[in-house]
T-cell receptor
Framework: NAGVTQTPKFQVLKTGQSMTLQCAQD?????MYWYRQDPGMGLRLIYY???????DKGEVPNGYNVSRLNKREFSLRLESAAPSQTSVYFC???????????FGDGTRLSIL | RKEVEQDPGPFNVPEGATVAFNCTYS??????FFWYRQDCRKEPKLLMS???SGNEDGRFTAQLNRASQYISLLIRDSKLSDSATYLC??????????????FGAGTQVVVTP
């Protein structure tokens, strides 16, 4: 009954370091999403993948890259971390279209 | 103007009372609407989908007013466990935005004994 699984749950990085956030879903969903959430703000879409083999920019893509490795997995990479990327990152998946999205339990990332 | 706006609250509600709050959206082409619940920066969890004029699920009732472009959530007989932040979520609806959701910043509800 895993749903959407994110790793790691917590991470502290130094400015300039790189890292990849992993996300996997077992619901056979076509679409997957990466969001960030900052205090006082709604979730903001970083990148999404409408289906396996496609990725598109969301609202705040700068400083990030993504890979849709297969239907199950969608990773988010920070090539050179900056303090402004300190946030909580959520991965989500859905059947697409007007279907609701289901979220992983988040990665809390701090960049010093 | 934000695409989805919510009163941040907090709404302080005595246990057993009724609380209601609204969310307004700017894109008249939006086709689907959701309420999510989020606890203490944990992941958002789907509370209700609102696909037509509204729907009810137990103590929770959601209404959609397309003419005025708002949706509402009403919680009856509030429980302590209802304390959370409620996120209004709207499908952007425009061509090319299939599956892309716009999130409000949330309304905080605090149910007190």
């Amino acid at each position: 009954n895993a749903g959407v699984t994110q790793t790691p749950k917590f991470q502290v990085l130094k400015t300039g370091q790189s890292m990849t956030l992993q996300c996997a879903q077992d619901m056979n969903h076509n679409s997957m999403y990466w969001y960030r959430q900052d205090p006082g703000m709604g979730l903001r879409l970083i990148y999404y993948s409408a289906s396996e083999g496609t990725t598109d920019k969301g609202e705040v893509p700068n400083g990030y890259n993504v890979s849709r490795l297969n239907k199950r997995e969608f990773s988010l990479r920070l090539e050179s971390a900056a303090p402004s990327q300190t946030s909580v990152y959520f991965c989500a998946s859905s059947g697409g279209g007007n279907q609701p999205q289901h979220f992983g339990d988040g990665t809390r990332l701090s960049i010093l | 103007r934000k695409e989805v706006e919510q009163d941040p609250g907090p709404f302080n509600v005595p246990e057993g009372a009724t609380v209601a709050f609204n969310c307004t959206y700017s894109n008249s082409a939006s086709q689907s609407f959701f309420w999510y619940r989020q606890d203490c920066r944990k992941e958002p969890k789907l509370l209700m989908s609102v696909y037509s004029s509204g729907n009810e699920d137990g103590r929770f009732t959601a209404q959609l007013n397309r003419a005025s472009q708002y949706i509402s959530l009403l919680i009856r007989d509030s429980k302590l466990s209802d304390s959370a932040t409620y996120l209004c979520v709207v499908n952007k609806g425009a061509l090319g935005s299939w599956g892309k959701l716009q999130f409000g910043a949330g309304t905080q509800v605090v149910v007190t004994p």
